[in-house]
């Protein structure tokens, strides 16, 4: 089992940028893909960007053209860079590993990080 834990959150004011970085531990080739959500107080977790394990990315069309999602093998580590941040952005965010292939679905992940809150002031 892999376990993820997420950091880089924090406050911005609206159009600025952060980068969400996410670290893996234990079993990190036991995935197919891993993605990026987010949830906002009172709405479902929302796909963001993906990246399977041969390197396609998927990305919502809502951060698409500002967010953009990488990985350092090396490092063990995913990555979330988001720039031209609006106050609608603001949710806490999960990275998440799958061995599924609905790389879109929420719930085709089962290994998920604690969650980073990023909040966007206008």
């Known amino acids: 089992q892999v376990q993820l834990v997420e950091s880089g959150g924090g406050l911005v004011q609206a159009g600025g940028s952060l980068r969400l970085s996410c670290l893996a531990s234990?079993?990190?080739?036991?995935?197919?893909?891993m993605g990026w959500f987010r949830q906002a107080p009172g709405k479902e977790r929302e796909f963001l960007a993906a990246?399977?394990?041969?390197?396609?990315?998927s990305y919502a069309d809502s951060v698409k053209g500002r967010f953009t999602i990488s990985r350092d093998n090396a490092r063990n580590t995913l990555y979330l860079q988001m720039n031209s941040l609006k106050p609608e952005d603001t949710a806490v965010y999960y990275c998440?590993?799958?061995?599924?292939?609905?790389?879109?679905?929420?719930?085709?992940?089962?290994?998920w990080g604690q969650g980073t809150q990023v909040t966007v002031s206008s």
């Open positions: 998440a590993a799958t061995r599924g292939v609905r790389i879109l679905l929420p719930n085709e992940y089962d290994n």
């Open positions: 234990g079993r990190t080739f036991n995935w197919y893909a």
């Open positions: 990246i399977t394990w041969g390197g396609t990315l």
